[in-house]
């Protein structure tokens, strides 16, 4: 079965940092890109980065250019989200996700909360 599983989230102030981990299981990780979601309180979720099956493309939203970086794993089987000058905007539940032919997989979300 696919899964994922998100970790590294925490309380942390404004202009701290944190790396955000996806591990991934019962799929040929480095077939397929996978993504980092997010969902703040009271708001829909949104894409926030996206990478590669090799780690050569990367997407990032507008809000989180510059201050994010996401990188890949492949023998791992590990997706991460360094997350740098972290404002209070960026509080919410951070998920991967997963395109895979039989649908779209979600990991369980990881809360990451920015104090000012």
């Known amino acids: 079965d696919v899964q994922l599983q998100a970790s590294g989230g925490g309380l942390v102030q404004v202009g701290g940092s944190l790396r955000l981990s996806c591990a991934a299981s019962g799929f040929i990780f480095d077939d397929y890109a996978i993504a980092w979601y997010r969902q703040a309180p009271g708001k829909e979720r949104e894409g926030v980065s996206c990478?590669?099956?090799?780690?050569?493309?990367?997407y990032y939203a507008d809000s989180v250019k510059g201050r994010f970086t996401v990188s890949r794993d492949n023998p791992k089987n590990t997706l991460y989200l360094q997350m740098n000058s972290l404002k209070p905007d960026d509080t919410a539940v951070y998920y991967c996700?997963?395109?895979?032919?039989?649908?779209?997989?979600w990991g369980q979300g990881t809360l990451v909360t920015v104090s000012s």
């Open positions: 996700k997963l395109n895979y032919p039989s649908g779209d997989y």
């Open positions: 990478i590669g099956s090799s780690g050569e493309k990367r």
